[in-house]
């Protein structure tokens, strides 16, 4: 057993763990943050995204020991006060979900985007997301979900 | 009966009602689900093709930490999965819940761990040693048709679950006298849906009742249902099967399974929960196939190109066994019957063999059949254009039914209803801008690119009930769905459905129809499904029929539970039941709008104070109906794509540029939602024709079982689509609605294999596209043979 | 698919590392960015009895430029090589080969090292480190060394590493870093390479005086192609196209389910092709074919 002490959507978590445990095991078992999905386990289809020290991961091909110390993000941060991130309203209004499995790895993914690169544009867009995959939406209403949330984070920021 | 007033909802693209709770991560899938006490459950299973079961040696395994029991075939021997067609001369086939004395495809489940949770039932699961003895495999049709092949289940006289054979009186005279043919032989590789979810289910049984609860990442709760009350041989009301959130489906989630099964008996045994959730390598291996069908079609027909006579041989590779409740026989069947597309063909003949082999039993898939018929019809006007040197278009022009030709009885006995195949043709042509691709193709050429545009037409047979399903052998007719709507005391509506939403927005539109019929806002309605006790019966959500049907139940129920609020009203208003108009919020008297109840109001009155009803009247808003969209023969959804495409001429690798669809499904709920199936199903036969392929060695071993070697289109392989739409109503469905969650994924092959083909037109070689995915390596075979250098692929 | 039991460790220095791996056994890995061993751990692939985390380990992650030569630790991620401006000053081929590697959450975990020491012989590291004549650097309690990248390599995930060492940091050469190419074949983005190709020159007036042709996902360990070497150091006007014609002739490829033998070779000469146009431009030497 190992111990861990981790920040997950900043409330401090202690635990002790097999260090096997995934990440995403963690998460979900431990913690019962069934938001975080895991869908192939090895690294491809980007369900199970998270952020470590705001940066994207994989939560299947991490162990939880290597959070240890650190602070994790997980879709149960974005809403706040009950209010939707603009990213996930960006989703709602531009219908950029549809079973809504791959939503949460997917919405981690774009907020790491509008952190990093909020002047993408369409194609830039669709390189840069490549790592999650949706069976469903066809990615169409996808892109436009994150072309809204970029456009809304940037004015945010103009406005600021 | 018509709603009182016009609809509020109905064709409003309203925001889905799920989505808030999606994006919170407060979904709540299968695998979030683990009732205390929940055991984790992993199988063993076969890594032979063909074998025959030695032995398993389970000792070390039972022993292992944390492991509560290890299961083998023996001890869910009673029990299998056994789907018999009706068809004459259909061979059974049995499925073991475990394997018995043999295996028949890599994948099969051999023995079940059950133990404390997953990480150490996998460690055990690696203790179990199975003695498998290798028989020769048949990995492919001609192998397993061969007459040396021994059949692969006992008591069978050869390796076809069914061949049939149709053709119309007149086939014979027609071919024979037309004066020209052109024949194909197309094959499509074998994929599936592959949902980013896998499968997953939780089984938990009473045994103080006797009743088993199970639930399961299914698209079809009730015929799950039914398939457990047969395979365990417990009647259907000791069995609860529920489906909550589920990601994705597809089809692959529409049959039942032998782990689904097992969970069920290993829960009994154990008196515990017992949780099962695929790996995605499992998934590859033992979440049911699809989609690899291999067609000879012959086209006759006259010198402006009309086409006299189509004849048709259909092989489908089934895998090892008949799956329930579809049967082995849906895909060829599904083929013979839609082959002819959507032109005005009065001969055909046709034969189908649907063939077992060692591969991972086929199942449904999206489109079903369909995306291989159309490819087959379309690559074929494409070669009866080019013989005869007519556009493209014209040649579908001249052979696409028309305004007059409705209803249509094709040549396989289906009827279509109605349709605007000449319209939606010319309309995509405008859409997706034909004139400037063939510009921007022409400008490529010289700068030594290759870029080609494709196009079909096709015609998607939806909301088939009774009457068609019944002709297909299987042994529950699915012919309809059942929709309960409940007004309670505060105003507000529950609608209860047997159809599922995994992504279809149902859970909205079906709210959207009853808000109108009720007069009541979306806020105040709440859809629920997805539980076999909510309502009676139903078949679920496949085959592009739960809008039509469960919207067409909906609205039954919805007018029942209104009829009993207008003659409520006029017992309060002092006037007659049909004059009561229900209006939004409201039910007043025609006429005369100020008097009038409060829908609120006046389902308080009739829970709460049932001395006021008049004589007769229940206290009781609620309504079940059923609803089978009479004569059943289905609502014809129709559409055209084009696409172009550019390929890289050193290394075959093609991408798609454009693709517009206008698509003719009726009168549309939700536009929005109507879309987003579309381009869901594009995207799907975009991976279908480029990138998706479960390859096998010729032992029949596997070779795509990770993400990295099974390839799914990802964001940057798919273009921005363009959409429109075109709204001729069926005369069959309330509403006049057409179903289409499946046609985006139809014509993509047929799409883009034309588009490749034209790319290669102007070389000095004739190649014909006749083979799915067009993988980078196979286009640059086709590339070879139009530079005059090799054969093709 | 969850990974097999194993003892984990994080040492928090070199030394205690380097004690550790060398008392650990065969049987020890290393995790670096865990993006290779996690799917090996969770496919069953691998069963080490103890996993030695290196995040701990302080020193590794350190990005040094000095006389055009960068050297760059172990643990720094394909992310960071992406985004570090000195390497992008002084070893540009790396910063582009690094934006081909995975997607970007595989990339803000997976390192340097890590590749390197994995030797997928599909991966685009090596075949950056062949280009740019580099070597890795390699510790363990016997001492430190360098391996030249020519000689680091061996086969299918085997290299010359000992079981008791570890990767420390990689070195890239100044000489070639300025005339570069980088091409590869993917199937869609982010996926390993079919094959891919760096090219790498040394330019004296105009010409190229000496080539590196390194090629991955063609043979079971990242190769040079000294025969297309040598027809970019002939210098005709089609270079480019006679060194990708010499890659495809002389090389003799692996087949897989992503592709035989014969189409791999179509895929050397494309991507060689195009790797050696772009170096050659750079320079605006032997440019004129392609
Ligand atoms: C979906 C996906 C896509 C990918 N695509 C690509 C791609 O396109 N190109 C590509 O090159 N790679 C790709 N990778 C692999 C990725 O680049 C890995 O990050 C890399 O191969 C290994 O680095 P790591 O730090 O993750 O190493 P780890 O996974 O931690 O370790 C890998 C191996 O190297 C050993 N090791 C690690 N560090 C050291 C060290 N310092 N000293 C000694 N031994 C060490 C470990 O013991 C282990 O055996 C992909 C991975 C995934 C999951
Ligand atoms: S579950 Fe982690 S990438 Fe698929
Ligand atoms: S919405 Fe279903 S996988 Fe993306």
Redesign the interface.
């Known amino acids: 057993m190992a111990e861990l002490s981790v920040s997950v959507n900043g409330e401090l978590t202690a635990a002790q763990v097999?260090p096997?445990?995934l990440l995403s095991?963690y998460l979900?078992?431990h913690l019962g943050?069934?938001?975080?999905?895991?869908?192939?386990?090895?690294g491809?289809?980007g369900?199970c995204t998270v952020l470590v020290d705001g940066a994207s991961v994989r939560s299947c091909l991490t162990l939880a020991v290597q959070a240890d110390g650190r602070s994790v993000d997980?879709?149960?941060s974005?809403?706040s006060n009950g209010e939707?991130h603009p990213i996930?309203q960006a989703?709602?209004?531009c219908?950029g979900?549809?079973?809504?499995?791959?939503?949460?790895g997917l919405?981690m993914s774009v907020l790491e985007l509008a952190a990093t690169n909020p002047g993408c544009g369409?194609?830039e867009?669709?390189?840069h997301?490549?790592?999650?995959?949706?069976?469903?939406?066809?990615?169409?209403?996808?892109?436009d979900a994150v072309e809204a949330a970029l456009n809304s984070v940037r004015e945010q920021g103009d406005g600021s | 009966m018509a709603a009182d007033q016009a609809p509020r909802y109905f064709g409003a693209r309203v925001?889905?009602r799920?989505?808030?709770r999606?994006?919170?991560?407060?979904?709540?899938?299968v695998?979030?689900i683990?009732p205390a006490g929940v055991l984790a459950a992993k199988f063993v299973r076969s890594d032979e093709a063909h074998a025959v079961v030695a032995g398993i040696d389970i000792e070390a395994a039972s022993v292992a930490e944390g492991v509560k029991e290890v299961f083998v075939g023996e001890d869910f021997a009673d029990n299998e999965i056994r789907c018999v067609s009706s068809y004459a001369g259909f061979q059974e086939s049995a499925q073991p819940i475990l394997a018995l004395d043999r295996v028949r495809h890599v994948g099969e489940a051999l023995a079940m761990v059950v133990a404390d949770n997953?990480?150490v039932a996998?460690?055990a699961a690696?203790l179990v040693v199975a003695d498998l003895e290798p028989l020769p495999a048949a990995v492919d049709i001609d192998t397993a048709l061969d007459v040396g092949c021994a059949p692969l289940h006992p008591g069978w006289r050869d390796n076809a679950f069914v061949r049939r054979r149709a053709t119309t009186y007149g086939f014979n005279e027609a071919s024979s006298s037309a004066p020209h043919r052109v024949s194909i032989e197309l094959h499509n590789g074998r994929h599936s849906?592959?949902?980013?979810?896998?499968r997953a289910c939780v089984a938990e049984h009473d045994p103080g009742t006797g009743r088993f609860r199970l639930h399961t990442t299914t698209q079809i709760p009730h015929l799950i249902r039914a398939g457990l009350s047969w395979a365990l041989g417990v009647p259907e009301s000791l069995i609860q099967v529920i489906a909550p959130?589920?990601?994705?489906?597809?089809g692959i989630k529409a049959q039942l399974y032998p782990e689904e099964v097992a969970c069920c008996l290993a829960a009994r045994r154990l008196s515990r929960p017992v949780k099962w959730?695929e790996?995605?390598?499992e998934h590859f291996v033992a979440a049911h196939h699809s989609r690899e069908h291999r067609h000879s079609v012959t086209g006759y027909f006259d010198d402006d190109g009309t086409i006299l006579a189509l004849e048709a041989d259909i092989a489908v590779d089934m895998g090892a066994y008949s799956v329930f409740p579809w049967t082995a026989t849906m895909d060829g069947g599904m083929a013979m019957g839609i082959l002819p597309g959507p032109y005005r063909i009065h001969e055909y003949s046709v034969s189908s063999t649907s063939v077992c082999t060692n591969k991972t039993p086929y199942g449904a898939y999206r489109g079903v059949a369909r995306p291989a018929a159309c490819f087959s019809i379309e690559r074929l006007m494409d070669q009866i254009a080019r013989h005869l040197g007519v556009d493209r278009v014209e040649i579908r022009n001249r052979n696409l039914l028309a305004d007059g030709d409705y209803p249509w009885r094709s040549p396989s006995g289906l009827i279509y209803d109605s349709g605007s195949l000449v319209e939606s043709l010319d309309a995509v042509l405008a859409l997706g801008d034909l004139e400037g691709l063939l510009k921007r193709q022409a400008d490529a050429r010289t700068a030594g690119r290759l870029v080609g545009v494709g196009l079909a037409v096709f015609t998607e047979q939806t909301a088939h009930t009774t009457q068609e399903f019944k002709q297909r052998g299987v042994p529950i007719v699915f012919g309809y769905e059942t929709a309960k709507v409940r007004l309670d005391a505060s105003g507000t509506a529950v609608v209860s459905a047997s159809i599922h939403d995994?992504?279809?927005?149902l859970e909205t539109t079906l709210a959207q129809v009853a808000a109108d019929r009720l007069g009541l806002d979306l806020e105040q309605i709440r859809v629920e499904y997805g539980d076999t006790e909510q309502v009676a019966y139903g078949a679920g959500t496949f085959a592009s029929r739960s809008a039509v049907l469960a919207g067409g139940a909906v609205t039954k129920a919805a007018d029942a539970v209104a009829d009993t609020l207008r003659q409520v009203a006029a017992h309060m208003l002092e006037a007659a039941p049909e004059d009561m108009v229900v209006e939004t919020g409201r039910v007043s008297v025609a006429g005369s709008p100020s008097q009038f109840l409060e829908t609120t109001e006046l389902c308080r009155l009739i829970y709460q104070r049932p001395e006021r009803l008049p004589e007769g009247v229940e206290p009781h808003l609620e309504a079940s109906r059923t609803y089978d969209a009479h004569p059943g023969t289905g609502a014809y959804t129709n559409a055209a794509h084009l696409a172009s495409v550019e390929i890289?001429p050193?290394?075959?690798?093609t991408r798609v540029l454009s693709y517009a669809v206008v698509e003719d499904c009726g009168p549309m709920i939700n536009p929005?939602?109507v879309?987003?199936q579309?381009?869901?199903?594009?995207?799907?036969g975009v991976g279908s024709a480029l990138?998706e392929e479960f390859?096998y060695d010729e032992a029949g071993q596997p070779?795509?079982t990770?993400?990295?070697?099974y390839?799914?289109?990802?964001?940057?392989?798919?273009p921005?689509?363009q959409v429109a739409h075109l709204q001729t109503p069926s005369p069959h469905t309330i509403g006049g609605l057409k179903g289409m969650g499946e046609g985006?994924a139809i014509a993509p092959g047929a799409v883009i294999a034309s588009a490749v083909e034209d790319a290669l037109s102007h070389l000095v070689g004739t190649v014909t596209v006749d083979r799915l995915p067009l993988t980078?390596?196979r286009v640059?075979g086709y590339i070879d043979a139009a530079n005059g250098n090799g054969t093709g692929p | 698919?969850?990974?097999?039991?194993f003892a984990y460790c994080a040492p928090q220095t070199l030394p205690e590392l380097l004690e550790i791996l060398s008392e650990a056994g065969d049987e020890a890995v290393v995790l670096a960015g865990g993006q290779s061993l996690l799917p090996m751990l969770n496919?069953?692939l691998a069963a080490p009895s103890h996993v030695i985390d290196l995040d701990r380990v302080p020193g590794l992650d350190r990005i040094d430029g000095a006389n055009g030569c960068v050297e760059v630790g172990a643990m720094v991620t394909h992310r960071r090589m992406e985004t570090d401006p000195v390497v992008a000053a002084s070893a540009p081929l790396a910063r582009c080969a690094a934006g081909f590697v995975g997607y970007r959450a595989i990339r803000n975990r997976g390192t340097v090292g890590g590749s390197v020491a994995h030797a997928d012989p599909a991966a685009e590291w090596p075949i950056v480190l062949l280009a740019l004549d580099g070597a890795v650097d390699l510790a363990s309690v016997r001492g430190w060394r360098s391996v030249a990248a020519e000689d680091f390599f061996e086969s299918v995930y085997t290299t010359a590493k000992r079981p008791d060492e570890v990767v420390t940091s990689l070195s890239f050469g100044s000489r070639f870093a300025h005339s570069w190419g980088f091409s590869e074949?993917q199937?869609?983005?982010?996926?390993?390479a079919t094959v891919a190709v760096a090219v790498a020159c040394v330019m004296e007036s105009g010409e190229v005086a000496e080539a590196r042709v390194a090629i991955a996902g063609v043979a079971d360990r990242p190769v040079r192609c000294p025969e297309a070497e040598a027809a970019l150091v002939a210098g005709s006007r089609s270079a480019a196209s006679d060194a990708a014609a010499a890659a495809r002739d002389s090389i003799e490829p692996i087949s897989d389910?992503?592709?035989?033998s014969s189409?791999r070779k179509?895929?050397i000469?494309?991507e060689t092709?195009r790797a050696a146009l772009q170096a050659l431009r750079a320079n605006g030497a032997g440019a004129d074919d392609g």
């Open positions: 097999d096997r445990t095991d979900r078992d943050l069934t938001g975080t999905h895991v869908g192939c386990e090895h491809y289809c369900a997980t879709v149960e974005l809403a939707l996930q989703f709602k209004e219908h979900l549809q079973c809504g499995f791959c939503t949460p919405l369409r194609d867009i669709r390189e997301l490549s790592g999650n995959v949706c069976r469903c939406t066809g990615y169409h209403h996808i892109v | 925001a889905r799920q989505d808030d999606l994006l919170r991560g407060d979904g709540r899938y695998a979030d683990s997953e990480y996998e460690d690696e849906g592959v949902p980013i979810e896998t959130d589920v990601g994705g489906g597809f959730v790996d995605r390598r995994h992504g279809q927005g890289d050193l290394t075959g690798k929005t939602i879309e987003g579309i381009f869901g199903g594009v995207a799907q990138f390859l070779l795509s990770t993400f990295a070697d390839l799914v289109p990802v964001m940057s392989d798919i921005d689509f985006g980078p390596e640059l | 698919m969850k990974p097999p039991r496919l069953r074949f199937r869609r983005v982010g996926d390993f389910i992503h592709g035989s189409f179509r895929l000469y494309a092709q």
